[in-house]
């Protein structure tokens, strides 16, 4: 079994996202379910000096 990671970074509550720029999370994981990627979970990444989470991973499950 093999593991996907999408970055995601937050600035000002806005979705940044370097492989598919403008695609908020939910459309980020519906893109990865038309590969056959299996959505697993969602990791806080980095957070900013008042806890506020700043980045976080999209973990997706891949068929080898």
């Not at 994981?29 to 991973?57: C, M, Q, Y």
């Amino acid at each position: 079994m093999k593991y996907l990671y999408e970055q995601i970074e937050l600035n000002n509550n806005v979705f940044y996202q370097a492989k598919m720029p403008g695609l908020l999370h939910r459309q980020i994981i519906d893109e990865h379910a038309k590969r056959g990627h299996r959505f697993v979970a969602s990791i806080p990444t980095l957070e900013g000096a008042n806890g506020k989470t700043l980045a976080f991973d999209l973990v997706f499950e891949v068929d080898e």
